[in-house]
């Protein structure tokens, strides 16, 4: 069976460039997590979806970071302009349900120069 | 105060070495726990849930106690392959669920 797939795995942008992240959870995951990791912390959550809705998004900025999950299935997460601060490791996450286990993807190393 | 702490360690220890790590929480409705690894420049991936009675997986010991609010990961005969960050993970329900991760222990097992 697939893991979580997440493109691109590297990307290196300078300030103020827009970046996209994109995630396809396990089929059958109806639960979708997106996390930064900074050096030396623990994930810290920036959105999480029930299906197509995104149910907590208390965490994400909302000034710059946009996500979606039009259909259900995989989603982008989006920095629109990206800061220096935003460097750090994008991963995604998917569950059968919010206190089951989560299967984390691979992770997406974002660089803003 | 953080909601979930940890020591960063490192805790360097030899092989074959019984090494013990706690997590402390401080949201009373924290209701699942959890350990994570995670391997330098890897994803998290489970290692085993935290239940009340505690739980054993191996060389793998788990343990709660909500009484006082925290969880230890007790891990015997220390391998080389454990070296890594292991994560404290709590999920708390309040208004949702919400997961929260530690910052991660680390652990370094030499020959």
């Known amino acids: 069976e697939a893991g979580v797939v997440q493109s691109p795995r590297y990307k290196i942008i300078e300030k103020k460039q827009p970046v996209a992240f994109w995630c396809n959870p396990i089929?059958?995951?109806?639960?979708l997590y997106w996390y930064l990791q900074n050096l030396g912390q623990g994930p810290e959550l920036l959105i999480r979806?029930?299906?197509?809705?995104?149910?907590?998004d208390s965490q994400l900025p909302k000034d710059r970071f946009s996500a979606e999950r039009l259909k259900g299935v995989d989603s982008t997460l989006k920095i629109q302009p990206a800061e220096l601060g935003d460097s750090a490791v994008y991963l995604c996450?998917?569950?059968?349900?919010?206190?089951?286990?989560?299967?984390f993807g691979p992770g997406t190393r974002l660089t803003v120069l | 105060r953080k909601e979930v702490e940890q020591d960063p360690g490192p805790f360097n220890v030899p092989e074959g070495a019984t090494v013990a790590f706690n997590c402390t929480y401080s949201?009373?409705?924290?209701?699942?726990f959890f350990w994570y690894r995670q391997d330098c420049r890897k994803e998290p991936k489970l290692l085993m849930s935290?239940?009340?009675s505690g739980n054993e997986d191996g060389r793998f010991t788990a343990q709660l106690n909500r009484a006082s609010q925290y969880i230890s990961l007790l891990i015997r005969d220390s391998k080389l392959s454990d070296s890594a960050t292991y994560l404290c993970?709590?999920?708390?329900?309040?208004?949702?669920?919400?997961?929260?991760f530690g910052s991660g222990t680390r652990l370094l097992v030499r020959p």
């Open positions: 935290v239940y009340s």
């Open positions: 993970v709590v999920n708390i329900r309040d208004s949702s669920y919400k997961l929260i």
């Open positions: 996450a998917s569950s059968t349900g919010v206190v089951n286990e989560q299967f």
């Open positions: 979806y029930e299906n197509e809705e995104a149910v907590d």
């Open positions: 089929s059958g995951h109806n639960t």
């Open positions: 949201n009373s409705a924290s209701q699942s």
